[in-house]
């Protein structure tokens, strides 16, 4: 009998509409569900990856000045062989070239162990030797002024030094020799990178003396809980996540909510669906009350028509499933859509679906499918087989 009420119905073509769209409406959802948290995982996954890598995972720094020293910094290479440690002074400056100036931090560093702690500075050094007033800076900061190599490019430090009766900001030339690309324009223009004892010597800093150790870690989670209980009390480590706490929990709730929208989808569907039923069993009143008079079960009804709701969402699903990774497939191999690399990170659509949000959503549409099943089945069964057969 379910293969029968599946077919269209010449006398009733509005059962089998309704049908349809309630399937089409499955498809939709499931799809745009699969497609839009793929995304979403995506951006979530490169924003990470890039914020690890210009943040640093795990960063020492002081709790007063002179705790961040060469003896914890080589305490820790020998205690921690797994992890690469890098030493940095850094300071504000503004950049100037001509006309044209821009803010931002020079990081006084050892290019060696940066390089070690820094996927992308160690491409940008790779194969190249640097003098200690020699200075890398970010490609955008790079194309934005119009820079060259071996140009000599100012900085001015918002330290000051005396200078007859007034106070003057301290002034260095630095003679560029690269450029290295993160992916996020705000890092490329802000960050400048030169050598450790060019700093110091700017900063009036001794050499045994450090702002703070860049940490680079394969799992920063777990090794923050190492570091903390081995650090003096003078000093402590924090994770890259602690400065982008609230940029990822905005992250979350807008993928929670979004994956709640789009559920409404297949909700509006779920109404065609109980409609459709309901239609079906009003037209098919005398059939069901000569089944149960010919000794049907009221469970045997409820299952027909439960059945019948399933068939429709299930496939519905599964369709919808098949042009959802399809869909990602397109988008993963062909430049159908281009994002601003400066400003995403990436060129290229980001899609990651994780198994969590797949399984979420096609047990959600499950449910709902059966929940709004369930409501005709149960009128079907409670069919009044006396009136209907008197009647009809």
């Given at each position: 009998?379910?293969?029968?009420?599946?077919?269209?119905?010449?006398?009733?073509?509005?059962?089998?509409?309704?049908?349809?769209?309630?399937?089409?409406?499955?498809?939709?959802?499931?799809?745009?569900?699969?497609?839009?948290?793929?995304?979403?995982?995506?951006?979530?996954?490169?924003?990470?990856?890039?914020?690890?890598?210009?943040?640093?995972?795990?960063?020492?720094?002081?709790?007063?000045?002179?705790?961040?020293?060469?003896?914890?910094?080589?305490?820790l290479r020998k205690k921690?062989?797994?992890?690469?440690?890098?030493?940095?002074?850094?300071?504000?400056?503004?950049?100037?070239?001509?006309?044209?100036?821009?803010?931002?931090?020079?990081?006084?560093?050892?290019?060696?162990?940066?390089?070690?702690?820094?996927?992308?500075?160690?491409?940008?050094?790779?194969?190249?030797?640097?003098?200690?007033?020699?200075?890398?800076?970010?490609?955008?900061?790079?194309?934005?002024?119009?820079?060259?190599?071996?140009?000599?490019?100012?900085?001015?430090?918002?330290?000051?030094?005396?200078?007859?009766?007034?106070?003057?900001?301290?002034?260095?030339?630095?003679?560029?020799?690269?450029?290295?690309?993160?992916?996020?324009?705000?890092?490329?223009?802000?960050?400048?990178?030169?050598?450790?004892?060019?700093?110091?010597?700017?900063?009036?800093?001794?050499?045994?003396?450090?702002?703070?150790?860049?940490?680079?870690?394969?799992?920063?989670?777990?090794?923050?809980?190492?570091?903390?209980?081995?650090?003096?009390?003078?000093?402590?480590?924090?994770?890259?996540?602690?400065?982008?706490?609230?940029?990822?929990?905005?992250?979350?709730?807008?993928?929670?909510?979004?994956?709640?929208?789009?559920?409404?989808?297949?909700?509006?569907?779920?109404?065609?669906?109980?409609?459709?039923?309901?239609?079906?069993?009003?037209?098919?009143?005398?059939?069901?009350?000569?089944?149960?008079?010919?000794?049907?079960?009221?469970?045997?009804?409820?299952?027909?028509?439960?059945?019948l709701g399933v068939i429709?969402?299930?496939?519905?699903?599964?369709?919808?499933?098949?042009?959802?990774?399809?869909?990602?497939?397109?988008?993963?191999?062909?430049?159908?859509?281009?994002?601003?690399?400066?400003?995403?990170?990436?060129?290229?659509?980001?899609?990651?679906?994780?198994?969590?949000?797949?399984?979420?959503?096609?047990?959600?549409?499950?449910?709902?499918?059966?929940?709004?099943?369930?409501?005709?089945?149960?009128?079907?069964?409670?069919?009044?087989?006396?009136?209907?057969?008197?009647?009809?």
């Open positions: 009998m379910v293969k029968r009420y599946l077919r269209f119905d010449q006398d009733q073509p509005f059962i089998f509409l309704s049908a349809l769209l309630a399937f089409l409406g499955i498809l939709l959802g499931v799809m745009v569900l699969i497609i839009a948290m793929s995304l979403m995982n995506g951006f979530d996954a490169e924003f990470r990856k890039k914020l690890t890598v210009m943040n640093y995972p795990l960063t020492i720094i002081p709790k007063f000045y002179g705790a961040v020293n060469t003896t914890l910094y080589e305490n921690f062989p797994s992890m690469a440690f890098s030493p940095y002074v850094a300071s504000p400056v503004i950049v100037r070239r001509n006309s044209m100036m821009e803010g931002g931090y020079l990081f006084g560093v050892d290019l060696e162990a940066e390089a070690r702690a820094n996927k992308v500075l160690a491409h940008a050094v790779e194969g190249k030797s640097y003098k200690k007033f020699d200075v890398i800076v970010g490609k955008t900061l790079f194309d934005d002024l119009f820079l060259n190599d071996d140009e000599r490019l100012m900085y001015i430090f918002t330290q000051a030094e005396p200078g007859g009766l007034t106070l003057t900001p301290k002034i260095k030339r630095f003679k560029i020799k690269g450029s290295f690309d993160s992916g996020l324009s705000a890092y490329d223009k802000a960050y400048h990178y030169t050598s450790l004892a060019a700093l110091q010597t700017i900063l009036n800093l001794p050499q045994s003396q450090y702002d703070g150790i860049h940490i680079f870690s394969d799992d920063p989670h777990k090794d923050i809980e190492k570091l903390q209980a081995y650090l003096p009390e003078g000093v402590r480590v924090k994770g890259w996540w602690e400065d982008n706490v609230s940029f990822f929990s905005a992250l979350e709730l807008e993928k929670h909510a979004l994956f709640i929208v789009l559920m409404l989808i297949i909700l509006i569907a779920a109404v065609n669906i109980i409609s459709s039923l309901l239609m079906t069993v009003m037209n098919r009143r005398s059939e069901i009350a000569l089944f149960i008079s010919l000794g049907a079960s009221e469970a045997e009804v409820k299952k027909i028509f439960l059945y429709i969402g299930v496939t519905g699903i599964f369709a919808g499933t098949l042009l959802g990774l399809s869909g990602l497939w397109i988008l993963s191999n062909f430049d159908i859509i281009s994002l601003p690399a400066d400003v995403y990170g990436t060129s290229r659509l980001p899609l990651k679906l994780s198994l969590i949000d797949f399984f979420s959503i096609i047990i959600g549409a499950f449910v709902i499918v059966v929940l709004s099943a369930w409501y005709p089945a149960k009128k079907a069964a409670q069919v009044d087989v006396l009136n209907v057969l008197r009647n009809e």
